[in-house]
Nanobody, 114 residues
């Protein structure tokens, strides 16, 4: 059964950092582009970063220069290092393939206080 388990969220002050992790029980994980998505209250879920099988990464303009996505294929895990956090980064963060092909996990809440 495919499962995505996100962790690492929390409450942080503006300017702070967090590192999110996503453990993915996806067969042939290394063959998928993986993404981090977020959903703020009252807003649609949006893709904030993704990383290809070859390790190339792409970021939404709103997080470029502050977030770094990475992956460890040996551990079927991908990460999102978030720095210089802003209150507008407050959201539930999810990982999934890109495009999103598997059931969503529970996500991890990130709250940035001003």
């Amino acid at each position: 059964q495919v499962q995505l388990v996100e962790s690492g969220g929390g409450l942080v002050q503006a300017g702070g950092s967090l590192r999110l992790s996503c453990a993915a029980s996806i067969r042939f994980f290394s063959t998928y582009t993986m993404g981090w998505y977020r959903q703020a209250p009252g807003k649609q879920r949006e893709l904030v970063a993704h990383i290809t099988t070859g390790g190339s990464s792409t970021y939404a303009e709103s997080v470029k220069g502050r977030f770094t996505i990475s992956r460890d294929n040996a551990k079927n895990t991908n990460y999102l290092q978030m720095s210089s956090l802003k209150p507008e980064d407050t959201a539930v963060y999810y990982c999934n393939t890109k495009p999103a092909l598997v059931s969503w996990g529970q996500g991890t809440q990130v709250t940035v206080s001003s």
